[in-house]
């Protein structure tokens, strides 16, 4: 203390802690913006943005761990999942599935095929994607899928019908006109299908069918077309007889074997081949019994003499 009463400054200067820092006073800019901030965060408009925020980053961060350890199909189904309760709880889930068209495919089968369950909700039902997996079944040629909000769902289905039977190998199938297999491996027949045979020979039943139908008395005799080497047709008739087609204008024989039937009723005759590959000429391959029947009925005729009348 000095003369005067007061203390006498110390000799070493006091030293301010190193981890201070002076910065600038806030401006009012800044004190505006946390005053707002203030403000804002008792609204229940900004705690639901922070719910948001929250819930998206927790599925974001979901979804990196789901890429990174390769089980995206699961997260997908996990989201789509929560997605169906969220909307079935606001009153989207699916009430009534009206389905049209349906004959040979079952209401449950094309259901699952659709991917449609009592847990579905209509705004995530895929429109476009539903009617391609519909579309996958093969008896289902077209589909049409709408979206009747708020818990309507309807299908209508155009089916396929069943137009022939096609045997490769051992195995026989139902197709469509179009050559579409509806069916693989049946064990039963149906009578009134007719049967083509032969690799290609699906896609072109459709022709080969209308064009024997032309001829109604050579289609009711006809168990099978045969396709040779996918480029012509031979026909198996119900009693055995091959009939062999040409590849070119096919029509104009079968008219030819038509006429032959009406006048020597050909086809009911004792023979195993009838050859119409030859542009007017019908060849003829007689059965073994109708061979040796033939050969001895030539021997038992008389010998012509030398010199006789003719």
Same mark, same amino acid.
């Given at each position: 203390?000095?003369?005067?009463?007061?203390?006498?400054?110390?000799?070493?200067?006091?030293?301010?802690?190193?981890?201070?820092?002076?910065?600038?006073?806030?401006?009012?800019?800044?004190?505006?913006?946390?005053?707002?901030?203030?403000?804002?965060?008792?609204?229940?408009?900004?705690?639901?943005?922070?719910?948001?925020?929250?819930?998206?980053?927790?599925?974001?961060?979901?979804?990196?761990?789901?890429?990174?350890? #390769?089980?995206?199909?699961?997260?997908?189904?996990?989201?789509?999942?929560?997605?169906?309760?969220?909307?079935?709880?606001?009153?989207?889930?699916?009430?009534?599935?009206?389905?049209?068209?349906?004959?040979?495919?079952?209401?449950?089968?094309?259901?699952?095929?659709?991917?449609?369950?009592?847990?579905?909700?209509?705004?995530?039902?895929?429109?476009?994607?539903?009617?391609?997996?519909?579309?996958?079944?093969?008896?289902?040629?077209?589909?049409?899928?709408?979206?009747?909000?708020?818990?309507?769902?309807?299908?209508?289905?155009?089916?396929?019908?069943?137009?022939?039977?096609?045997?490769?190998?051992?195995?026989?199938?139902?197709?469509?006109?179009?050559?579409?297999?509806?069916?693989?491996?049946?064990?039963?027949?149906?009578?009134?299908?007719?049967?083509?045979?032969?690799?290609?020979?699906?896609?072109?039943?459709?022709?080969?069918?209308?064009?024997?139908?032309?001829?109604?008395?050579?289609?009711?005799?006809?168990?099978?077309?045969?396709?040779?080497?996918?480029?012509?047709?031979?026909?198996?008739?119900?009693?055995?007889?091959?009939?062999?087609?040409?590849?070119?204008?096919?029509?104009?024989?079968? #008219?030819?074997?038509?006429?032959?039937?009406?006048?020597?009723?050909?086809?009911?005759?004792?023979?195993?081949?009838?050859?119409?590959?030859?542009?007017?000429?019908?060849?003829?391959?007689?059965?073994? #019994?109708?061979?040796?029947?033939?050969?001895?009925?030539?021997?038992?005729?008389?010998?012509?003499?030398?010199?006789?009348?003719?």
């Amino acid at each position: 203390m000095d003369r005067g009463g007061r203390f006498s400054r110390p000799l070493i200067p006091r030293l301010r802690p190193r981890a201070t820092a002076e910065f600038a006073p806030p401006s009012r800019f800044v004190l505006f913006l946390r005053r707002a901030l203030v403000r804002l965060s008792d609204r229940p408009v900004l705690r639901h943005f922070e719910f948001t925020f929250l819930i998206v980053l927790i599925a974001a961060t979901a979804g990196y761990g789901a890429v990174r350890g #390769e089980h995206t199909e699961i997260f997908l189904a996990g989201l789509r999942s929560a997605g169906d309760v969220a909307a079935r709880s606001v009153g989207f889930g699916i009430a009534t599935v009206e389905i049209r068209g349906l004959s040979h495919v079952a209401r449950a089968d094309l259901l699952r095929e659709a991917g449609v369950t009592a847990a579905s909700s209509l705004p995530l039902i895929d429109a476009e994607a539903v009617r391609e997996s519909l579309k996958r079944n093969p008896w289902i040629a077209e589909a049409t899928v709408r979206k009747l909000y708020p818990d309507r769902l309807e299908i209508a289905v155009e089916e396929r019908e069943a137009f022939a039977l096609w045997q490769r190998g051992e195995k026989l199938n139902l197709i469509a006109r179009d050559g579409t297999v509806l069916e693989s491996g049946i064990e039963t027949k149906p009578a009134e299908l007719l049967l083509v045979v032969g690799i290609g020979a699906e896609k072109r039943a459709g022709a080969f069918i209308d064009l024997i139908d032309r001829f109604p008395e050579i289609r009711a005799v006809l168990r099978a077309g045969v396709l040779v080497a996918e480029r012509r047709w031979n026909l198996r008739l119900k009693n055995g007889i091959d009939v062999r087609l040409p590849e070119d204008d096919p029509a104009l024989a079968l #008219e030819r074997l038509a006429v032959l039937d009406r006048e020597k009723q050909i086809l009911s005759r004792d023979v195993t081949v009838i050859d119409l590959r030859v542009p007017d000429q019908v060849m003829v391959r007689l059965s073994d #019994e109708a061979a040796e029947a033939r050969a001895a009925m030539l021997k038992q005729r008389p010998a012509k003499r030398k010199g006789a009348d003719t």
